[in-house]
Each structure stands twice: as C-alpha cells, then as structure tokens.
T-cell receptor, first 113, second 114 residues
Framework: KAGVTQTPRYLIKTRGQQVTLSCSPI?????VSWYQQTPGQGLQFLFE???????NKGNFPGRFSGRQFSNSRSEMNVSTLELGDSALYLC????????????FGEGSRLTVL | AQSVTQPDIHITVSEGASLELRCNYS??????LFWYVQSPGQGLQLLLK??????LVQGIKGFEAEFKRSQSSFNLRKPSVHWSDAAEYFC????????????FGKGTTLSVSS
C-alpha cells in the first residue's frame, strides 16, 4: 500500500510570493491534516480536511489555506510569504475516525528568502 | 488548554543501555496519547498509542510506554537501545476538538554512543 506522498519535497521562494503544496493520502483515507514543523515552535497543527470539508483549524493567519478534492488529495497554499514561513510542512492522512492513527508523509521543506 | 511537555531536549545513551524518554501532558479528560519517531529527513512514524485499558502499551521496534494518570505522564521506554534508534521522538495528545488534530511536544533528540 503506497504511503503518503508530498510534492514538492523542496522549494525556495522569496518574500511576498505564494506557494502551493500537494499531498496524496493513503488510498482509502478520507482525512488529511497539515502540520508546520520549525526548530523553534516544533510541530504545529494547521488544519484538517475530511471528505472535502475543513473539520478543524489551528491558530494560523488567513494566509494559510487549504482544500481537499473528491479523491481525498489535498493542497495547502501560503500567500504573501514571510521569512518565518520557512519550515517543513508535513501532511498526514488517516481514516478520519477521531481516534485514528496518523500516517505522515516525508514533508515539503519550504525556504523563504 | 491541552499541552504536552517533553522535559529533555537531548539525551545520549550508550548502545545496549536502557532508555526512558519523559512526557507530561495537560488534558481535561482521559487522553489519547501517542509516541512518534522522526528520523532525519523523514516524516513521523507512530511507535505506539494509548486509548484506554492496560496502562502499559507495547509498540514497534521494542518500545513500550506507561500511562500514569496520577502523574499525568506517558513515558517511553526501551530496555536495550540500538544505534538505529537515534532519532527525534515526539509525544502527542489528541486535541479536544473534533477531528484528528494532535498536540505535540517539542521533541527529544536521542543520540546513541558506541
């Protein structure tokens, strides 16, 4: 069974630009969550989508957005990039049950210059 | 508010020695608790989880963890560490909101010396 696939793995952007990251969950999983990982703040929850609906949202500004498609693939977008957005963005998929295990992808490492 | 504290930022253990990584949580109800491991350049992999029942849970790679409600702790243990266990370890609790949001500790980096 294929794991969670995130693209791109690495990308470099400049301040003010926007970026879109993609996540393909494990086949059959309907929930996709996004986390931001930085050395200072650790792992922070961004948002979760389940059956194309945002079910949960962390404490991030509106520049961070996401969506989920009918095939459960998800994208997250960050607009007007700031230096502080440099991070590893991790996607996790699960069956969607509240007590389910999260399966993480390898992440997309974003560097903002 | 829910929170997870991992008091040790970095631990070094000799290969073959025992390991205990500490985790304390703050939660208003019976928590769902997890330990994840992250190797360099990789995503997170679930080691074990506690939902209810037996307070000593077994996981993959020879790891176990014990839930102690009175101490609000969920410490991870391994009797004999291997060099391949060097990684970053994260304790997490499931948030009270709907969905599968996890609240993670800041992590503990494990180094293994020969």
């Amino acid at each position: 069974k294929a794991g969670v696939t995130q693209t791109p793995r690495y990308l470099i952007k400049t301040r003010g630009q926007q970026v879109t990251l993609s996540c393909s969950p494990i086949s059959g999983h309907r929930s996709v969550s996004w986390y931001q990982q930085t050395p200072g703040q650790g792992l922070q929850f961004l948002f979760e989508y389940f059956s194309e609906t945002q079910r949960n949202k962390g404490n991030f500004p509106g520049r961070f957005s996401g969506r989920q498609f009918s095939n459960s693939r998800s994208e997250m977008n960050v607009s007007t990039l700031e230096l502080g957005d440099s991070a590893l963005y991790l996607c996790a998929s699960s069956s969607g049950r509240n007590t389910g295990e999260l399966f993480f992808g390898e992440g997309s490492r974003l560097t903002v210059l | 508010a829910q929170s997870v504290t991992q008091p040790d930022i970095h631990i070094t253990v000799s290969e073959g020695a025992s390991l205990e990584l500490r985790c304390n949580y703050s939660y208003g109800a019976t928590p769902y608790l997890f330990w994840y491991v992250q190797s360099p350049g990789q995503g997170l992999q679930l080691l074990l989880k506690y939902f209810s029942g037996d307070t000593l849970v077994q996981g993959i790679k020879g790891f176990e963890a014990e839930f102690k409600r009175s101490q609000s702790s969920f410490n991870l243990r391994k009797p004999s560490v291997h060099w391949s266990d060097a990684a970053e370890y994260f304790c997490a609790v499931e948030g009270l909101q709907a969905g599968t949001a996890l609240i993670f500790g800041k992590g503990t980096t494990l180094s293994v010396s020969s």
